[in-house]
């Protein structure tokens, strides 16, 4: 019969409560990033021209981009910083920042229907040239000085 007393987790178990935690205790003690690390996927909405190869690129399938409706939006929690699209950028409107993502402790849905982290921006439509909307310069008149 085995011996009841002979209990070989009880030395581990003891040291375990009487010492520090193995792990941080993460949304509140954070580690300061190493050199290198990669943060949070940046857009620059002024350099974009929504040509949508980021958004094929992404294995993760965390962006949307929509020439129609000139959209383009990221999932941040769905994001794993990997750098593909960065890569596949042509016109360098995405990047990598060493800033950190912000903590999400619940998957809450927003007023809006969407996860925490997402974010999406539109690009205006493209103002009409001066000329066109003045009914266009077939008059031979001189433009007063």
């Given at each position: 019969?085995?011996?009841?007393?002979?209990?070989?987790?009880?030395?581990?178990?003891?040291?375990?409560?009487?010492?520090?935690?193995?792990?941080?205790?993460?949304?509140t003690?954070?580690?300061?990033?190493?050199?290198?690390?990669?943060?949070?996927?940046?857009?620059?909405?002024?350099?974009?021209?929504l040509?949508g190869?980021?958004?094929?690129?992404?294995?993760?399938?965390?962006?949307?981009?929509?020439?129609?409706?000139?959209?383009?939006?990221?999932?941040?929690?769905?994001?794993?910083?990997?750098?593909?699209?960065?890569d596949?950028?042509?016109?360098?409107?995405?990047?990598?920042?060493?800033?950190?993502?912000?903590?999400?402790?619940?998957?809450?849905?927003?007023?809006?229907?969407?996860?925490?982290?997402?974010?999406?921006?539109?690009?205006?439509?493209?103002?009409?040239?001066?000329?066109?909307?003045?009914?266009?310069?077939?008059?031979?008149?001189?433009?007063?000085?």
């Open positions: 019969m085995a011996n009841p007393l002979n209990l070989p987790m009880a030395t581990r178990s003891l040291r375990n409560l009487v010492s520090r935690p193995a792990t941080r205790r993460y949304p003690v954070v580690r300061p990033p190493f050199e290198g690390a990669r943060g949070t996927l940046e857009f620059d909405l002024e350099s974009c021209v040509c190869l980021c958004v094929r690129r992404c294995p993760t399938l965390a962006l949307t981009c929509n020439r129609d409706e000139r959209l383009f939006a990221i999932d941040q929690l769905r994001c794993i910083a990997c750098g593909v699209c960065v596949a950028c042509n016109k360098h409107s995405l990047s990598l920042s060493p800033n950190r993502r912000p903590v999400h402790t619940r998957a809450e849905i927003g007023v809006d229907g969407r996860r925490p982290g997402y974010e999406e921006w539109h690009k205006p439509e493209p103002e009409p040239a001066a000329a066109t909307a003045a009914g266009g310069s077939d008059s031979t008149e001189p433009v007063p000085a």
